[in-house]
């Protein structure tokens, strides 16, 4: 039997001052029917309540909107300062708007700013337009990036938010679009703004995000309210280096909503924290090959660069176990052991050690190729 090499390495991560420890949150402390927290990096779920039922989620419909509109500025499809023209369809919305006349042009910066500020459901249409010709391609385009993202309970039926029968998502549906929609940093220019204006300063619009002023890290990024949907909010915010997303669906006032936002926020901060994990320096680089073409293999290390772990927890012990050697053939990218990290007895994380290259296993045939190549290349 081979003997395991189990090396044990220790290393602490300082504590930021006051810490928390963990405390459950109850459902009764978050009043919204439905809500999630999640760490956008690693996509790890804080907390949740009824994440999974289907729901509609009014305004909070754009952040999909937006996405598809960053990506066609991405790829050059759109620039930020094309103008672009309301058509009769995008000027005939109701509902929040920024009062656009058929034939009236904005640019796609000040078309973006009205959506995302003054949530306009024309301005909306307009940008979903100039990226896909018409709206109903563009939702089309929606619910294919919906499937792309993992969004499996959801169906967008506009792309502003109104209501319309099956137009429904989920709050963790919400949470992957948000995450998604965040990768574009410069989406945080238009989130962070609380008051601006349009057309050369004749209309002002102000943030439906009522967290800007109240919430200590808010970065965005987007709410909504109808009857049926009721108000809602995907919140973002930041940290000391930790971002999360809070979404909350169907509460019953504005101020209900941003409790729950701030609520989940509060407490995704106060109990949860970024830990850088880095390979001790002794830890092996490579791995002996028996009976191989080559004598050893280097490994990888499939390892993220931070997790999310509990604030509490301050010293985080790595654990390698690795055979001494291994029996050739090696293939790469072949599992030959793993890298735990614990805190106490309690196993935080586990990642697999891959090869990182290959060795055939020895052979006549081999062998005197091997040779051959040799004697005349000497």
């Not at 506009?158 to 549906?173: F, I, K, Q």
Request: proline residues 2%.
């Amino acid at each position: 039997m081979k003997k395991i090499l189990s090396l044990v390495l220790a290393f602490v991560f300082l504590l930021p001052l006051n810490i928390v420890s963990v405390s459950a949150l109850s459902d009764d402390e978050v009043t919204a029917p439905s809500a999630v927290l999640i760490e956008p990096e690693t996509m790890k779920v804080l907390y949740e309540k009824n994440a999974h039922e289907q729901r509609a989620c009014a305004s909070v419909t754009k952040v999909m909107t937006l996405i598809l509109v960053m990506e066609a500025i991405d790829s050059g499809k759109l620039s930020w300062d094309q103008m672009i023209t309301a058509s009769a369809h995008a000027a005939s919305m109701g509902g929040s708007d920024i009062w656009l006349e058929e034939g009236e042009q904005m640019s796609v910066r000040d078309m973006v700013k009205a959506t995302v500020v003054a949530s306009a459901n024309d301005a909306a249409v307009a940008l979903a337009e100039a990226v896909s010709g018409t709206e109903d391609e563009f939702v089309r385009q929606m619910n294919e990036k919906a499937k792309a993202l993992g969004m499996e309970n959801t169906v967008f039926k506009n792309c502003n938010g109104l209501d319309e029968e099956g137009h429904l998502t989920t709050a963790y549906d919400v949470a992957l679009m948000s995450c998604e929609l965040i990768k574009h940093e410069e989406i945080f220019e238009f989130t962070s703004i609380w008051m601006d204006e349009l057309r050369d300063g004749k209309t002002q619009i102000v943030n439906t995000n009522k967290l800007l002023k109240s919430y200590n890290g808010i970065t965005g990024l987007k709410t909504g309210t109808t009857s049926q949907a009721g108000s809602c909010i995907s919140a973002t915010a930041e940290r000391d280096g930790l971002s999360l997303v809070a979404v909350v669906l169907g509460s019953e006032t504005g101020t209900d909503r941003f409790k729950a936002a701030a609520t989940l926020l509060d407490y995704g901060f106060a109990n949860y924290k970024k830990t850088k994990l880095t390979l001790p320096e002794d830890a092996p680089m490579e791995i002996k090959v028996k009976n191989g073409m080559e004598n050893s293999v280097q490994l990888k290390y499939e390892i993220p660069k931070d997790i999310i772990t509990e604030s509490a927890k301050s010293q985080l012990e790595a654990k390698v176990e690795l055979p001494e050697e291994i029996e050739a053939p090696v293939t790469e990218n072949q599992s030959l052991g793993t890298v735990s990290f614990y805190s106490g007895e309690e196993k935080i994380a586990e990642y697999p050690i891959l090869s990182g290259g290959s060795s055939k296993e020895v052979n006549f045939q081999d062998i005197f190729a091997f040779m051959i190549k040799n004697l005349f290349t000497t």
